[in-house]
């Protein structure tokens, strides 16, 4: 994880696989053991830990249910633990209204919002509920075009993060905004066009539009593959 202005931040993001069982208690008892080890940070992405647009506001009529998430932001907090939470853009119904997603598909891709104003309204509410609690915000999840989760070109996450980015800091000065985790360390042509879209636009030259950058390194071949990543990371940001 790559902060823009500094060097890069020595905590770690503890992943959101566990709330994959939708239990508490086993949270609870993980919790824990993270407690235990001295973790302070925690990356809550996804149903129903992550601030999902679909989930929270179904109806698509203005009216959230913000139950499940909450009671994650809740525990975290219990347990002293710093969230960053993921944010998932894309509404069911408000992809239908565009045509972007048919009837016949269960489960629409994420793709831009086909209305921003609403999508505005959705994070915008968020942010005020939530900024108090939560300083790290993250715009979707390891884009690629065709891809497993983000699917829009580059050119339209630009403009995702550039808008997100805006309504969060005017709502939350102080809350820090994450781009998409990229997988692995080596930079893509998707990043590489996202990153000149923003170099070039005039509303984010001043800060970038994002505060921290994130990369997804496994580090399968230990912790060698970790550093190499770190190295070439901050070689491309600082370019």
């Not at 994650?72 to 209204?97: C, F, H, P, W």
């Not at 990229?182 to 930079?187: E, F, L, Q, S």
Request: proline share 4%.
């Amino acid at each position: 994880m790559c902060i823009r202005d500094r060097a890069i931040s020595a905590s770690v993001f503890l992943g959101s696989f566990i709330w994959c069982y939708h239990n508490f208690e086993l949270v609870r008892q993980i919790y824990d053991g993270l407690n235990e080890i001295g973790v302070k940070y925690k990356r809550n992405t996804a149903y129903p830990s992550g601030l999902v647009w679909d989930i929270i506001e179904p109806n698509y009529d203005g009216n959230y249910d913000w139950s499940l998430f909450e009671e994650g932001i809740n525990l975290a907090e219990q347990y002293g633990l710093n969230l960053m939470v993921t944010i998932t853009s894309m509404n069911s119904k408000d992809q239908r209204t565009c045509h972007q997603c048919p009837e016949t598909l269960k489960k629409c891709p994420r793709l831009n919002p086909c209305n921003w104003s609403k999508y505005e309204t959705f994070l915008r509410t968020a942010i005020r509920k939530y900024g108090n609690k939560v300083k790290y915000w993250q715009i979707e999840n390891e884009p690629k075009e065709g891809g497993k989760f983000y699917t829009d070109t580059p050119e339209n996450y630009a403009e995702l993060l550039k808008k997100s980015y805006l309504i969060i800091k005017q709502e939350c000065a102080n809350c820090k905004v994450v781009m998409a985790g990229m997988v692995g360390h080596n930079p893509t042509k998707y990043y590489n066009k996202v990153m000149d879209i923003l170099k070039n636009d005039p509303d984010c030259q001043n800060h970038g539009c994002f505060d921290i950058f994130d990369a997804h390194i496994g580090g399968r071949n230990g912790y060698e593959e970790v550093e190499e990543g770190y190295d070439v990371l901050r070689d491309w940001l600082d370019s």
